[in-house]
């Protein structure tokens, strides 16, 4: 039984939803030293969710490259200090 769950949770982990106030926001999915992001964009507004699973001694480094998977994906700059979150999922303003 639980190996024909294996690919659905699969699939599940592999998907990204924007939280409310990103609803028709645009996408992009960008991978980062080896990571998985998913950057939602509306106007100056940005949501960044991480994939996967992350050990503690690796949540150290996922900001910083949190703000590079929001540059890479919008081709602006993030305000690093309106960035609030945690490691797997961060909102934030951009300067274009």
């Known amino acids: 039984m639980f ?11 592999a998907c990204a939803s924007p939280s409310p106030q990103f609803f028709n926001a645009s996408r992009q ?6 990571r998985s992001f998913t950057v939602f ?8 969710i991480r994939h996967g699973y992350a050990r ?5 480094d996922i900001p910083a490259q949190m703000l590079r ?4 994906a919008t081709g602006c700059t993030p305000i690093e200090t309106s960035f ?3 490691s797997g999922e961060r909102r934030g303003r951009i300067r274009c």
Do not use: F, Y
Not at 3 to 13: G, V
Not at 29 to 34: A, E, F, N, S
Not at 56 to 60: G, K
Not at 69 to 72: L, T
């Open 3 to 13: 190996p024909r769950l294996l690919p659905a949770l699969a699939l599940l982990c």
């Open 29 to 34: 999915d960008v991978l980062i030293d080896g």
């Open 41 to 48: 964009r509306k106007d100056t507004r940005v949501q960044v």
């Open 56 to 60: 503690s001694a690796e949540r150290p």
């Open 69 to 72: 998977a929001v540059a890479q």
């Open 84 to 86: 609030q979150g945690d």
